[in-house]
């Protein structure tokens, strides 16, 4: 079955980094658009970025634009999110996801920016 499982997640400064990762199972990754998205306590999730299936393209939203960086590599089945430069209003959940007829989520990971 389909699983994806992210990780990197914890508590960090301002001005700090963070690296996430999402290990995907289940199905052919190389073939997918992935995804992580966001939510904070109290407010709708929504998408931080997205990568294509070869990695050629990414998109970000405008509030991550400059300070995070989507990568993939396929032959790990992996897909990851650096984040630089974070900010107290970063904290939230963080979740991966496959695009697709089927959209599939990850549990998520706590990313807490706090001094």
Request: a positive charge; charged letters at 15%; glycine letters at 12%.
């Amino acid at each position: 079955q389909v699983q994806l499982v992210e990780s990197g997640g914890g508590l960090v400064q301002p001005g700090g980094s963070l690296r996430l990762s999402c290990a995907a199972s289940g199905f052919t990754f190389s073939i997918y658009t992935m995804s992580w998205y966001r939510q904070a306590p109290g407010k709708e999730r929504e998408l931080v970025a997205l990568i294509s299936s070869t990695g050629g393209s990414t998109n970000y939203a405008d509030s991550v634009k400059g300070r995070f960086t989507i990568s993939r590599t396929n032959a790990k089945n992996t897909v990851y999110l650096q984040m630089n430069s974070l900010k107290p209003e970063d904290t939230a959940v963080y979740y991966c996801k496959r695009s697709g007829a089927n959209a599939y989520w990850g549990q998520g990971t706590q990313v807490t920016v706090s001094s």
